[in-house]
């Protein structure tokens, strides 16, 4: 092995280190972000659940793993006067 391929890996193993640290707080960020669309979709405590659930690092991408196979919202959207 080349002192270029012990860098390169060395490089690959740092960045993969930060880059794992950083997903539960992109996660979050992203959740807050989508906060004020999900509270206006799914009301007041359904929206504050669902992104409170999302926002959770374990909990949020098995919550939507579940949905995917599901097919549906596990919290449903407020019903729609008309």
Known sequence: MTIQQQVQ?????R???RVARALPWIGTAFALATLASRIRR????RGTADTALN?????GPLKSLAEVVRGRDFLRDKRVAG
Do not use: D, I
Request: hydrophobic share 40%; aromatic share 6%; net charge positive.
């Open 15 to 17: 960045l993969g280190r």
């Open 42 to 45: 799914k009301g007041l405590m």
């Open 55 to 59: 926002a959770m690092p374990v909990v």
């Open 9 to 13: 890996r060395y490089g690959q193993r």
